[in-house]
């Protein structure tokens, strides 16, 4: 199975409201960056890598990803078949994907990515593992994540919680593989992929590592909003993209 033959389910639907200081009124995944949105980046660069189905997961501001996606679909997404899932409450990530996999009929292998975190790599990658699977990138400075720990196997071990300590590590990149049969006894109700269902999978040795150094940034705050616009502008997200 290729990567154009898996779903990519992108989690958009968050409040961002860290952000919100910077951008109030428009949702995190269509913060503007140069002359289009950030989002618009994201799908040029996983078509890149070999996307060609796309299922955005969306809640706060909905309306306004929905319609930049019909305005991209003679374009950017014309060779691309593009769906989206709007959650009637916030269900948080896990609850995000069990939704759409059960409101579209999802089977098989899905990849899974954060609308938020840019990273340089990563999907094709995951095209070649098996679920369930997890990308990770080190950091020098990992005070704004947890951690993740992994065996030489690359069996992820545990999850460490953030310190606020300036020191290296692996990170979760927010990219996954998993199998849409992991959401089948969901209840209905709100479900964490980080706090819930990775730990879990830790605890029955299932979760593998995909380790990746990479360019990454999360914009989640506008320290690092800002500073993403300074690298788009300085052409570096133009080269990863092409």
Request: charged share 20%.
């Amino acid at each position: 199975m290729t990567v154009a033959d898996l779903k990519l389910l992108v989690l958009a639907g968050g409040f961002g409201t860290r952000l919100q200081s910077a951008l109030p009124d428009t949702p995190k995944a269509l913060a503007p960056v140069g002359d289009g949105p950030f989002l618009a980046l994201q799908l040029e660069h996983w078509i890149a890598q070999g996307v060609r189905s796309f299922v955005l997961l969306l809640h706060h501001q909905a309306g306004q990803i929905v319609d930049f996606l019909r305005g991209a679909r003679g374009g950017l997404l014309k060779d691309c078949e593009v769906r989206h899932v709007i959650e009637p409450t916030p269900l948080d990530t896990g609850g995000a994907v069990a939704y759409a996999v059960r409101q579209l009929g999802l089977d098989g292998d899905i990849l899974i990515a954060n609308a938020d975190s840019w990273f340089g790599s990563g999907i094709r990658e995951l095209g070649a593992s098996r679920a369930p699977a997890m990308v990770v990138t080190h950091l020098d400075n990992c005070a704004r994540y947890g951690q993740v720990r992994f065996g030489d196997g690359g069996r992820v071990t545990a999850f460490i919680e953030k310190n606020g300590l300036a020191e290296p590590g692996w990170i979760n990149a927010g990219l996954y593989r998993l199998n849409a049969g992991t959401f089948a006894g969901w209840d209905g109700g709100r479900l964490s992929l980080e706090r819930q269902l990775f730990p879990d999978l830790v605890r029955q040795a299932a979760l593998q590592a995909v380790p990746i150094r990479a360019d990454f940034i999360d914009i989640g705050i506008p320290e690092d909003y800002r500073r993403f616009c300074r690298w788009a502008g300085d052409g570096k997200v133009s080269r990863l993209c092409s």
